[in-house]
């Protein structure tokens, strides 16, 4: 048995290879393979960021660790060991709380890498986690949200301010974003939303932005109606009321994936440019010092006492 708190840090996840991207796009389709021309429009989106490589992996690597060197400086080495627990890609959830049984530890707390609660979202990390670890015995506390840390806020704000120098307009609009998510969620009273708009808010009045809006973005297509607007709605309604310059800041997200680097840097930022509009995204957090101690500040609050 081992005193460390154990910690699943939990993301999204990502193919290792382009090979990898069919059984990842099965996995986030619960088990069901996509069609030949929705696995090739997914792989030409992969392709086309960055020559095909997979930022967010490496990324997500560099974000456990600099949270395991944070939950040292404040809590003292070896009181907190950081387990990594993906969505869709290995390791998965269930394997990162395998391992933390396999090291004897029996107390943990799961957090996940994304600041707002959604049934769909951290929900449905939490419950695979709860699930696994009562299988192993181990005790898990769930942390559900922070998504108004003043650390993350303020974060934020500071990249907001730099974007919109870099921007270099008086005028500019800016767009606090986020992954929509099927419309039904509205039904179940989720949380979503109104988190979303709860961080916006906030960054938006520490950075002293007056013109945003918040918007949806990377809908899915599932037949379903998902929450809107989206992004390119956004854009183009804003165009045609005169707006020449916006800067999206993802508040949802946290690091550069493909959701921001296809979807914002490719995909909204040809949109904006075919309409004459400028547009300017905010430096994601990724192991940014301040959103790792607005993480490690929740684990301490979160982690059973210790004698
Ligand atoms: O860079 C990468 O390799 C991974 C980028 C990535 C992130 C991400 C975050 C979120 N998703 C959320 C919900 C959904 C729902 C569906 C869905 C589908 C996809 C597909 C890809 C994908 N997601 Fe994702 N998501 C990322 C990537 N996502 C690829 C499949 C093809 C496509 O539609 O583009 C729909 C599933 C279905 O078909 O039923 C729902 C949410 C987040 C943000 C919170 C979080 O990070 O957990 C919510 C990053």
Redesign the pocket.
């Known amino acids: 048995v081992s005193k460390a708190i154990g910690v699943l840090v ?6 290792e290879s382009l090979g990898g ?1 069919e059984a ?2 099965t996995h ?3 088990g ?1 393979p ?1 069609t030949a021309g ?1 696995l090739e ?2 792989t030409s ?2 392709r086309a ?1 960055v020559g095909g490589v ?4 490496e990324n997500t690597n560099r974000q456990v660790a600099a949270l395991q060197r944070t939950l040292d400086e404040l809590a003292g080495e070896g009181k907190f060991v950081c387990y990594q627990g993906l ?3 290995a390791p998965y959830i269930e394997d990162g709380v395998a391992a933390m049984a396999a090291s004897g530890i029996t107390e943990a707390v799961g957090i ?3 600041p ?1 609660y ?1 049934v ?3 929900g ?2 939490m419950k695979r986690a709860k699930d696994e670890a009562a299988k192993h015995g181990i005790a898990l506390a769930a942390i559900e949200e922070y998504h108004l840390h003043p650390e993350l806020i303020d974060a934020l704000s500071k990249r907001v301010t730099e974007g919109l120098e870099r921007l270099g307009s008086d005028e500019a609009m800016v767009l606090f974003s ?5 419309e039904k969620i509205l039904e179940m009273n989720d949380p ?1 939303p109104e988190q979303l708009l709860a961080t916006s808010r906030a960054v938006a009045q520490a950075a002293g932005v007056e013109r945003w809006q918040f918007t949806w973005q ?5 037949g379903q109606p ?1 929450l809107g607007p989206d992004i390119l709605e956004t854009i183009e309604r804003l165009s045609q009321e005169g707006v020449k310059a916006m800067l999206v800041s993802p508040v ?12 914002i840097d490719i995909e909204a930022a040809k949109f904006a440019a075919e309409r004459g509009v400028k547009l300017a995204r905010i430096r994601m957090l990724n192991d940014d010092p301040q959103y790792m101690r607005a993480m490690a500040d929740s684990v301490l609050a979160a982690a059973p006492e210790r004698a």
């Open positions: 939990m993301s999204y996840g990502t193919p991207v990842y796009y986030i389709r619960r069901h996509p929705q429009d997914l989106r992969y960021i997979f930022p967010l992996r969505k869709h890609a996940v890498l994304t707002q959604s769909m979202s951290v449905g990390y986020a992954h929509s998510l099927p979503y990377s809908a899915g297509q599932t998902w949802g997200f946290v690091s550069d994936h493909l959701e921001v680097l296809y979807d």
